[in-house]
T-cell receptor
């Protein structure tokens, strides 16, 4: 059973605009969440993370928001750039654990 | 640069012919993972090692085996590949730290003919 879900397989955004990628999870015990970016023919690259004690974490153009009551997190990319075009995976884990649960990914296309 | 390396990047094998994929890391991380990822699907954890302790996922087929001879290397052995084993195989590592983050290799794309 998929514990982490990304319901939008794809998203297209104009360059310079905001990209918002969404992720939902079912297990309220997860306390650490990550976003990975994956280019074709490469492995996923860690992008940004957030622990459940926070509701927002920023790193440059990337911000992750966590809504624990809704079991929902989102990744905001502002401004979007063509180089951001990739597949983005959301993952959840237990902060002290070794297992990670991935969503199916959202393919982002940033149109120049 | 510290990194996770996978070899080969592309592998083609015949149905039923054993194949071994390798992963090495220079991060000195004590956890190593093998994932299988098929097109448009989430990476599926096959197993992971915490140091030498092997942790198999309940739904990983017996056809998939792993070896970790030392901290740096981990191997995935597929004893009798089937057509359904065609996929990207990703190796990842994680260290013991306050940042619970995995680092992935570039993957091996396996095609079973």
């Amino acid at each position: 059973d998929q514990q982490v879900k990304q319901n939008s397989p794809s998203l297209s955004v104009q360059e310079g605009r905001i990209s918002i990628l969404n992720c939902d999870y079912t297990n309220s015990m997860f306390d650490y969440f990550l976003w990975y970016k994956k280019y074709p023919a490469e492995g996923p690259t860690f992008l940004i993370s957030i622990s459940s004690i926070k509701d927002k974490n920023e790193d440059g153009r990337f911000t992750v928001f966590l809504n624990k009551s809704a079991k929902h997190l989102s990744l905001h990319i502002v401004p979007s750039q063509p180089g951001d075009s990739a597949v983005y995976f959301c993952a959840a884990s237990y902060l002290t654990g070794n297992q990670f649960y991935f969503g199916t990914g959202t393919s982002l296309t940033v149109i120049p | 640069d510290a990194m996770v390396i996978q070899n080969p990047r592309y592998q083609v094998t015949q149905f039923g012919k054993p194949v071994t994929l390798s992963c090495s890391q220079t991060l000195n991380h004590n956890v190593m993972y093998w994932y299988q990822q098929k097109s448009s699907q989430a990476p599926k954890l096959l197993f992971h090692y915490y140091d030498k302790d092997f942790n198999n996922e309940a739904d990983t087929p017996d056809n998939f085996q792993s070896r970790r001879p030392n901290t740096s290397f981990c191997f995935l052995d597929i004893r009798s590949p089937g057509l359904g084993d065609t996929a990207m195989y990703l190796c990842a590592t994680k260290g013991d730290s306050s940042t619970n983050t995995q680092y992935f290799g570039p993957g091996t794309r396996l095609t079973v003919l």
